[in-house]
């Protein structure tokens, strides 16, 4: 248990669909983040939020589209996604954004894209 | 952009055995951190080194900071079946205004 929980654990979807991932942290944590994670690559820094504000937006394509209501959930809506985006989705949160903090991440959720 | 470079990208020794992964890069950073990620599982934090030089062990794990804090190096003695993950390095300083991940270590250890 990492006190942060993400949902769902696996994701089949076709490429004109709508989903939503959602991660939930319990740590009293300020800053949250999704990442990308490819075979053989490295993680892929998607989006960071600090105190609910989006603070880094890494090029991603506006088919993702994050939120984050409070310091304690993050969301990642997807919508008319391609092949290329199947992967693991993680989520992390951190005390602060302080680029030393360690990151507690979740399990994932892995998407397929059909 | 500052990249990270880890070696062996595949390792798969027998358990009892010892072995060294490696985290390399051109850019200094102010600080290093290690994960290990199971199958299933997000990363776990294993240890963070921030002075150039530094070791720190952590069981039958040892972590080094290279003198110029370039690279680092994980090593692990008599390797457990338990210990099989991938093992990621991820950097932070320079003009990263976050951490800049290797893209891992996998590690097999067979019974």
């Known amino acids: ?114 | 952009t500052q990249l990270l470079e880890q070696s062996p990208q595949f390792l798969s020794i027998q358990e009892g055995e010892n072995l060294t992964v490696y985290c390399n890069s051109s850019s200094v950073f102010s600080s290093l951190q290690w994960y290990r990620q199971e199958p299933g599982e997000g990363p776990v934090l294993l240890v963070t080194v921030v002075t150039g030089g530094e070791v720190k062990k952590l069981k039958r794990l040892t972590f080094q900071f290279g003198d110029a804090r370039k690279d680092s190096s994980l090593h692990i003695t008599a390797a457990q079946t338990g210990d099989t993950g991938l093992y990621l390095c991820a950097g932070t300083g320079g003009s990263a205004r976050q951490l800049t991940f290797g893209s891992g270590t996998q590690l097999t250890v067979l019974p």
């Open chain 1, 1 to 114: 248990e990492t006190g942060v929980t993400q949902t769902p654990r696996h994701l089949v979807m076709g490429m004109t669909n709508k989903k939503s991932l959602k991660c939930e942290q319990h740590l009293g944590h300020n800053a949250m983040y999704w990442y990308k994670q490819s075979a053989k690559k490295p993680l892929e820094l998607m989006f960071v939020y600090n105190f609910k504000e989006q603070t880094e937006n890494n090029s991603v394509p506006s088919r993702f589209s994050p939120e984050c209501p409070n310091s304690s959930h993050l969301f990642l809506h997807l919508h008319t996604l391609q092949p290329e985006d199947s992967a693991l989705y993680l989520c992390a949160s951190s005390y602060t954004t302080g680029v030393s903090q360690p990151q507690h991440f979740g399990d994932g959720t892995r998407l397929s894209i059909l």
